[in-house]
């Protein structure tokens, strides 16, 4: 607060320093003369008579308690700013809540409680706080050493045992895993895919923005859930809120996209643990010096049967000696129609996130559903969706290309929306929640590109 109030002391000083300068400015004007010109336009003769001077001087006496009342103005609302601060530091909260605003990407719920410890605008729980409510103790996390990339995710039916996970570790080109609990919770009535995590350690693994931002993985290690950008904002799951979830009451302490699998939401393992979540039946696993596709294979012959392996930020890799697409490898013109019919047949119908169809739908189960009924098997989740083909330009995009958004500022690289090209600068997308399919015109702004699908390659990505 002192250091607050030295910069505040420093931006008085100046403003005064400026108002005194202008007032000089003012005070010493002197008219220009005669002949001199600005761009092509002369300046009139000024009026160097008596009544000119008589004008000019009554003038400056009419400036002087100007700038004399401008000075008072300024003096006064840094005086009431600086009251304004100094009464924040009286309320720790407030000034939690300011410090939290200014910290990381901008989407971590301050922690706050009123003196009477509880949350403000509720009224105590009999059973109990909310797990990582506002009267949760601050938790404390390891700082952030190093950044990890993740290349594929695992889950399994039940917890890998320690020597199968040591295993893994030791496959060739694997550089790190890490132990984590996935599940579906029901979170706010929608079926959310759940991570429990050591926030110390796992948030290595998470795009740089979100590995940095303290604040975020306190909240977690305090109890509190972390969902996803696109459930948050566009599934209407508010930042700050207290939901149920998997028959407790979890309070959303920050928006944080990982982009694995289709996990939405993040939870300590103390919390997991309460939810039902299981303890160590997925991992987390780079190796970035080794092809994603032939390691997925790799894994899935020594993990328990039924365990599935998804590549987090899969490529499309183009076939050696393939500069051109061939037509065929595209939808044909009957399955484009069927396709573009079956969503346009959607139009009005409600977002809702995680919606597969056929009432209503988000954006990528909406492309997920609409291209079924053509006979293409598309992947779920936008990211996925992504590389069901080629990209093309788009000045080149034609009816039933995909067109994809990166709008997600906890994590700036993952792919976060969805719509199917209509024609003539139009598409047909599921916006969030609060809207409805629709047909609008293309925005370009963080655009990241359109893909042509090819249902060989949709086919195959995982």
């Not at 996990?263 to 039902?276: C, E, M, P, Q, Y």
């Amino acid at each position: 607060m002192l250091e607050r109030r030295a910069r505040l002391s420093t931006r008085v000083r100046r403003k005064l320093a400026r108002a005194v300068f202008e007032a000089r400015q003012d005070l010493a004007y002197r008219p220009r003369l005669p002949g001199h010109t600005i761009g092509r336009h002369s300046l009139a003769r000024p009026n160097l008579g008596r009544h000119g001077l008589t004008r000019r001087s009554a003038g400056s006496r009419r400036t002087v308690p100007f700038i004399a009342v401008l000075l008072v103005c300024v003096l006064a609302a840094d005086v009431l700013a600086l009251g304004e601060l100094t009464s924040d530091a009286a309320n720790p909260d407030v000034t939690a809540a300011v410090s939290q605003r200014r910290a990381g990407h901008g989407y971590v719920a301050a922690a706050r409680q009123d003196r009477a410890g509880t949350a403000p605008g509720t009224a105590p729980d009999p059973a109990g706080p909310a797990a990582g409510s506002p009267q949760s103790p601050v938790a404390q996390v390891a700082p952030l050493e190093r950044l990890i990339r993740p290349h594929l995710f695992v889950v399994a039916e039940q917890p890998l045992p320690a020597e199968l996970v040591e295993k893994v570790r030791r496959v060739k080109g694997v550089a790190d895993a890490e132990v984590t609990g996935a599940a579906d919770v029901t979170v706010d009535g929608k079926r959310v895919q759940t991570m429990g995590v050591d926030p110390s350690t796992f948030r290595a693994y998470t795009p740089k923005v979100t590995a940095g931002t303290d604040g975020l993985w306190r909240n977690i290690a305090a109890g509190d859930m972390a969902v996803s950008f696109e459930l948050g904002h566009d599934g209407g799951v508010k930042l700050g809120s207290v939901v149920e979830g998997g028959g407790r009451r979890l309070r959303i302490g920050a928006y944080a996209t990982v982009g694995m699998g289709s996990i939405a939401a993040i939870v300590s393992k103390d919390t997991a643990a309460a939810l039902g979540v299981p303890d160590g039946n997925a991992l987390v696993v780079s190796a970035p010096k080794v092809d994603s596709a032939r390691l997925r294979r790799s894994l899935l012959k020594i993990l328990p049967k039924g365990s599935q392996v998804a590549t987090i930020n899969p490529v499309v890799v183009t076939p050696k000696g393939r500069t051109v697409w061939p037509s065929t490898a595209f939808m044909s013109a009957d399955q484009l129609k069927v396709a573009l019919e079956a969503a346009v047949s959607k139009l009005g119908r409600p977002y809702v996130w995680g919606a597969e169809g056929p009432d209503s739908f988000d954006c990528s189960g909406l492309v997920q559903w609409a291209y079924a009924q053509a006979g293409v098997k598309m992947p779920r989740v936008t990211y996925q969706q992504w590389v069901t083909g080629p990209q093309v330009p788009l000045s080149q995009a034609q009816p039933g290309d995909l067109l994809f958004w990166r709008n997600d500022p906890t994590n700036p690289g993952y792919i976060s929306h969805v719509a199917i090209y209509w024609g003539n600068g139009k598409m047909l997308h599921a916006p969030h929640t609060g809207d409805v399919v629709k047909i609008a015109n293309v925005y370009t702004k963080n655009l990241a590109g359109v893909v042509r699908v090819s249902p060989q390659v949709s086919a195959r990505v995982r």
